[in-house]
T-cell receptor
Framework: DTEVTQTPKHLVMGMTNKKSLKCEQHMGHRAMYWYKQKAKKPPELMFVYSYEKLSINESVPSRFSPECPNSSLLNLHLHALQPEDSALYLCASSRGTTVTEAFFGQGTRLTVV | AQKVTQAQTEISVVEKEDVTLDCVYE???????LFWYKQPPSGELVFLIR??????QNEISGRYSWNFQKSTSSFNFTITASQVVDSAVYFCALSENRGSTLGRLYFGRGTQLTVWP
């Protein structure tokens, strides 16, 4: 089972809303990632969690707040987003942060209005 | 400086043609890893292959083959007898084995492959 599950698949939110993206994997992976992807661009790394601790934050604005409640779950809390934050948000996991083929979920297509 | 260069932005072929997607990388590390991912319109990035820097053996998996050449810093991907279902964006990526960047994938800009029936 190489599945990473993301919910919701689509999300439309206003600039004053608070919402959360969820990601789940049951492969026993100890590293989890959030990526942001704009149309016709490669994914851009946002956060890396290793053994449930934040190891990389790519200078992401504080309106994006990651959370890793346990080794299987990864959340991304969204608050006061801007229209330019509209994008595909991809979650990924890997066995560890070394040597790592990462397995990606299908993403959440976020539209901020 | 861009670590992974995919010079081909878009490629169109007709079904059953062979097609090669180019990838050139740049790194100062002696240990590194190269990847290819496929992204169909559904959005999910599908892992295709990982190649370690110390293993230059080429690999074939069905209609897919990969040519890794350290001398030219290239990791090219060939699809033989292409099919419509191969239509997708293909990303080449690099991961370096240093503490400050562990877990980071450097993606190329991707190549949009369209296979026409």
């Amino acid at each position: 089972d190489t599945e990473v599950t993301q919910t919701p698949k689509h999300l439309v939110m206003g600039m004053t809303n608070k919402k959360s993206l969820k990601c789940e994997q049951h492969m026993g992976h100890r590293a989890m990632y959030w990526y942001k992807q704009k149309a016709k661009k490669p994914p851009e790394l946002m956060f890396v969690y290793s053994y449930e601790k934040l190891s990389i934050n790519e200078s992401v604005p504080s309106r994006f707040s990651p959370e890793c409640p346990n080794s299987s779950l990864l959340n991304l809390h969204l608050h006061a987003l801007q229209p330019e934050d509209s994008a595909l948000y991809l979650c990924a996991s890997s066995r560890g942060t070394t040597v790592t083929e990462a397995f990606f979920g299908q993403g959440t297509r976020l539209t901020v209005v | 400086a861009q670590k992974v260069t995919q010079a081909q932005t878009e490629i169109s072929v007709v079904e059953k043609e062979d097609v090669t997607l180019d990838c050139v990388y740049e790194t100062r590390d002696t240990t590194y890893y190269l990847f290819w991912y496929k992204q169909p319109p559904s959005g999910e990035l599908v892992f295709l292959i990982r190649r370690n820097s110390f293993d230059e053996q080429n690999e074939i998996s069905g209609r897919y083959s990969w040519n890794f050449q350290k001398s030219t810093s290239s990791f090219n991907f060939t699809i033989t007898a292409s099919q419509v279902v191969d239509s997708a964006v293909y990303f080449c990526a690099l991961s370096e084995n240093r503490g400050s960047t562990l877990g980071r994938l450097y993606f190329g800009r991707g190549t949009q492959l369209t296979v026409w029936p």
